[in-house]
T-cell receptor, first 109, second 116 residues
Framework: KNEVEQSPQNLTAQEGEFITINCSYSVGISALHWLQQHPGGGIVSLFMLSSGKKKHGRLIATINIQEKHSSLHITASHPRDSAVYICAVFQGGSEKLVFGKGTKLTVNP | DAGVTQSPTHLIKTRGQHVTLRCSPISGHKSVSWYQQVLGQGPQFIFQYYEKEERGRGNFPDRFSARQFPNYSSELNVNALLLGDSALYLC???????????????FGPGTRLTVL
């Protein structure tokens, strides 16, 4: 079993829909990243959070440390949001980022 | 300011050859991490270097090695290439891993290595 599990693996939505991507982890962590990867490979860090909730534009990330679960929400989705969204955690006491396999989001016009 | 840069962007090698990948961190960042991303999978941690010393190592064979230079740039070397080494190799830089709460990493565009 992977230390970081994401769901769903693939997600197709219509423009304007509200999107939720989930991440569960089984290890103690010091922080969690949500990352966006576009075709071609470039990775952009969207959020780093260790508690509560963060919001940036149409993106919202939440984390529940007790339940070892985080969600990434996209409001009013747009075709340019189409990308792979990756959850990654810093294991407690380690310098290592452990990644989920990613969720491929396709938003159709 | 320039972000993390990597070179080359694409590379084709044959089995048994060796390869050197290069990474320049964001100015002021002292830590560099390397990741391997096989098609369809999330990245896997290979190494982290901070202040020219190895801070962490993932589950990769000794064919993989790296170093960090006084200007904080880094090289990843892979010897005796195998077909399974074909992947996107990502470099990420951060300020200082001792800052706690997980030091934010900034990723480069990656080097796509194809082994034939």
């Amino acid at each position: 079993k992977n230390e970081v599990e994401q769901s769903p693996q693939n997600l197709t939505a219509q423009e304007g829909e509200f999107i939720t991507i989930n991440c569960s982890y089984s290890v103690g962590i010091s922080a969690l990243h949500w990352l966006q990867q576009h075709p071609g490979g470039g990775i952009v860090s969207l959020f780093m959070l260790s508690s509560g909730k963060k919001k940036h534009g149409r993106l919202i990330a939440t984390i529940n440390i007790q339940e070892k679960h985080s969600s990434l929400h996209i409001t009013a989705s747009h075709p340019r949001d189409s990308a792979v969204y990756i959850c990654a955690v810093f294991q407690g006491g380690s310098e290592k980022l452990v990644f989920g396999k990613g969720t491929k989001l396709t938003v159709n016009p | 300011d320039a972000g993390v840069t990597q070179s080359p962007t694409h590379l084709i090698k044959t089995r048994g050859q060796h390869v050197t990948l290069r990474c320049s961190p964001i100015s002021g960042h002292k830590s560099v991490s390397w990741y391997q991303q096989v098609l369809g999978q999330g990245p896997q941690f290979i190494f982290q270097y901070y202040e020219k010393e190895e801070r962490g190592r993932g589950n990769f064979p000794d064919r993989f090695s790296a170093r960090q230079f006084p200007n904080y740039s880094s090289e990843l070397n892979v010897n005796a290439l195998l077909l399974g080494d074909s992947a996107l190799y990502l470099c990420a830089s951060s300020l200082d891993p001792d800052r706690g709460l997980g030091d934010t990493q900034y990723f480069g565009p990656g080097t796509r290595l194809t082994v034939l």
